[in-house]
């Protein structure tokens, strides 16, 4: 197995590391003659590990790369640079056909169940397929009975196999969403904000799901989502991303308990409380301004432009994400 | 002080090719001056049609008001002209959309959209008009205002599209504007910023403001009163704080209990509300929330039950409502 030699993290306890991680994509100018005019920093070197049988929470606002980060891990979308080290194999250097035996173990929960269940197939053809592509005949038996298995795991009733995704209500289609993933029995998902498309009343039954089914299989997660009350519930562990970069992983309580990092005390207040007295008493830290484009990122700190105890050296010098308190990592030099 | 706003039995249904939808069957509620009132309820329970039927702006031929009264400012909306009901919409009677892109006109500017609203609705020169938008930018807290005056929709993010939206809605001086999920599209610290943002506003002018929403969290810090839909109907109403410390109907505890709370300590397991969502095709006999509600008695199966008296400025429409806070503390 490819070992790199500068492991410092113990690969016996982690299913999968990355190490330095950057996804640009380019921006094209002209219509015929095209010519790259810049880069977006869609993931900016960024360095976290995965723990067997844990969940990694990560949050963050729309567009800064977590969902991009997912795909990476997945070479779903091939890394600018850096490794994505699964049980100790680097993916991100690995050719297609190599990797093809690798993605029964790696799968996805999409975000929308709308768009990610192809309409013209029925639910049987849709759970099934993955276990015709692998040519996994499961114990020999019948596509029909591994299906009907998948249905009832993800509390789904068998009969449904013969219905059409529109058939089906939103949660029930990400219910399928999450059968289809566990169809070739993967030792790590990624849920990519699995239940934010969905109906409050509904979100409670998939994140229990999640969890029945984590417990059952000994899954590993990566649990991406913007919503803080829900990744606290969920996760172990959470990483928290500002355009393109890391600036805080801890333990969840660690992280609830002593936010370090004055956007992750920002994203923690702006959560609303279904409570009118609890809200009424809350200080909430308003941030100012929009997250920057990543094109054009800010100089020296990313943050340094909404932060409100931002210093002068903050838009000179690039934080460095180092241990504040134990196991609990920051980057920023006023913490 | 009479209500701004009162909706009484408006039933507003939608004829599909599988039949008729009883997107809103028989819901009164009312909107004092200056007043904040959360509808909350999940997609497809006609929270947005009942808006919409505010505005009687019901998307034909499917849908159409089939019964009830809106009186607003003393007049019944339903029965006026079409002519009249012009001068009322966006001038009187403003309106927030969840999707600030696919809201706003992608060919005109946003000055241009600004100025739009307010010569339709008042006799001012083009001079006079730019310079209220100007005004209307910098209220809603759009850096660089004569700059952005000029430019067009793609060229403003996600929160400063719906900032943009606000500043139509107030640019002709409502007395009420209906916000349907206003924030749903966009991201946590924005969210935030632009819901502290309408508040300061609407407190200012003492404008009346209905918040439509699936997210009850998001509504209590802000709402005065709460109704909660369910199926075409209201099955719940209270003062804002009364709801969220003593609800009264399943669906509501239901849906306050279900979501994982940053305050508490974190539950082993999350309390959902177990089933799905109603189908409007085919509601159940007696109470739509039935086949998911744990409290059910009999009684439940056959008649649907009333929205009736609960408490103190309370409403409920569920049989079991007056025993649901003992039974609630039994089961947990």
């Given amino acids: 197995m490819a070992q790199t030699q500068n492991s410092t993290l113990n690969t016996q306890n982690s299913i999968l590391e990355v190490r330095g991680l950057k996804k640009y994509f380019p921006i094209y100018s002209g219509l015929f003659a095209q010519r790259v005019e810049g880069w977006v920093r869609a993931v900016d070197d960024i360095s976290f590990s995965i723990r067997r049988g844990e969940t990694l929470g990560l949050v963050g606002e729309s567009g800064c790369g977590k969902t991009t ?45 709308y768009s990610s269940l192809n309409p013209r197939m029925t639910i049987g053809q849709i759970l099934s397929e993955p276990i015709r592509v692998h040519r996994i005949s499961p114990d020999g038996r019948r596509y029909e009975d591994r299906v009907a298995e998948l249905l009832s795991v993800v509390g789904l009733n068998p009969l449904m196999a013969g219905r059409y995704p529109h058939e089906l209500s939103g949660g029930q289609r990400q219910r399928v969403g999450i059968a ?30 999640l969890e029945e089914l984590q417990e059952r299989f000994g899954l590993t997660y990566l649990f991406i989502a913007h919503d803080l009350s829900v990744v606290r519930h969920i996760s172990d562990r959470i990483v928290v991303m500002y355009l393109g970069k890391v600036v805080e992983i801890a333990d969840r309580q ?14 923690l207040s702006a959560v609303p409380i279904p409570d ?6 809350r200080e909430r830290v308003v941030l100012g301004g929009e997250v920057p484009s990543p094109l054009n990122p800010p100089h020296g700190c990313i943050f340094h432009s909404r932060c409100p105890i931002a210093v002068e050296e903050c838009s000179q010098r690039v934080p460095e994400i180092r241990e504040v308190r134990p196991n609990h990592r920051a980057a920023c030099i006023r913490v | 002080m009479a209500d701004l706003l009162e909706v009484r039995d408006l039933r507003t249904y939608l004829h599909t090719s599988h039949g008729v939808v009883k997107a809103v069957d028989g819901v009164s509620y009312s909107v004092a001056p200056g007043q904040t009132v959360a509808l909350v309820g999940e997609s497809g329970c006609g929270k947005t049609m009942s808006a919409l039927s505010i505005m009687r702006l ?6 159409s008001i089939v019964g009830g009264e809106i009186i607003f400012a003393g007049r019944d909306l339903l029965t006026l002209k079409d002519e009249e009901m012009r001068r009322i919409r966006g001038a009187e009677i403003a309106m927030i959309f969840q999707e600030p892109m696919s809201s706003l006109n992608p060919v005109l500017t946003i000055g241009r959209q600004i100025t739009e609203t307010l010569e339709a609705h008042s006799a001012v020169s083009k001079e006079e008009a730019r310079e209220r938008a100007l005004e209307l930018l910098r209220l809603v807290g759009i850096p660089d205002p004569v700059q952005r005056l000029s430019e067009y929709p793609h060229q403003f993010s996600g929160g400063m599209r719906q900032r943009v939206m606000i500043a139509i809605a107030l640019s002709c001086k409502p007395k009420l504007i209906l916000a349907d999920e206003p924030t749903t599209a966009l991201d946590v610290t924005i969210q935030a ?5 309408v508040r300061d506003l609407t407190q200012k002018f003492g404008v009346a403001l209905m918040i439509i929403t699936h997210n009850l969290g998001v509504v209590a810090r802000y709402a005065d009163r709460v109704n909660v839909m369910y199926a075409g ?44 969502p109603p189908d409007l095709w085919n509601l159940p006999q007696g109470c739509s929330f039935l086949p998911r509600c744990r409290f059910a008695v009999g009684k439940c199966g ?30 947990s």
Wanted: glycine letters at 4%.
């Fill in chain 2, 233 to 276: 109907k209201i099955i719940e109403s209270a003062g804002a704080r009364e709801i969220y410390e003593n609800p009264r109907h399943p669906y509501t505890l239901g849906l306050l209990r279900s979501v994982p709370r940053l305050d508490q300590p974190r539950k082993a397991k999350l309390d959902p509300i177990e089933g799905q």
């Fill in chain 1, 254 to 267: 660690e992280l609830y308990e002593n936010p370090l990092h004055p956007y992750t005390k920002a994203l």
């Fill in chain 1, 69 to 113: 980060t997912g795909r990476c891990i997945l070479q779903l979308d091939r890394p600018t640079a850096g490794e994505v080290l699964f049980e100790g194999q680097n993916l991100a250097r690995m050719a297609d056909a190599a990797l093809r035996p690798l993605r029964r173990q790696m799968q996805i929960v999409f975000q929308d169940p």
């Fill in chain 2, 58 to 63: 019901v998307p034909k031929p499917q849908g």
């Fill in chain 2, 193 to 197: 910023q632009i819901l502290e943002l």
């Fill in chain 1, 180 to 209: 289809r993933a566990l169809a070739l029995e993967p030792k790590f998902i990624v849920c990519d904000e699995p239940i934010s498309a969905l109906d409050v009343s509904i979100q409670a039954q998939i994140l229990n799901l």
């Fill in chain 2, 302 to 331: 056959q008649e649907v039950p009333p929205l009736r008296e609960a408490g103190d400025s309370h409403r409920s429409a569920c049989w079991v409502a007056e025993t649901l806070q003992q039974q609630t503390v039994l089961s």
């Fill in chain 1, 276 to 281: 009118p007295l609890v809200e009424a008493k």
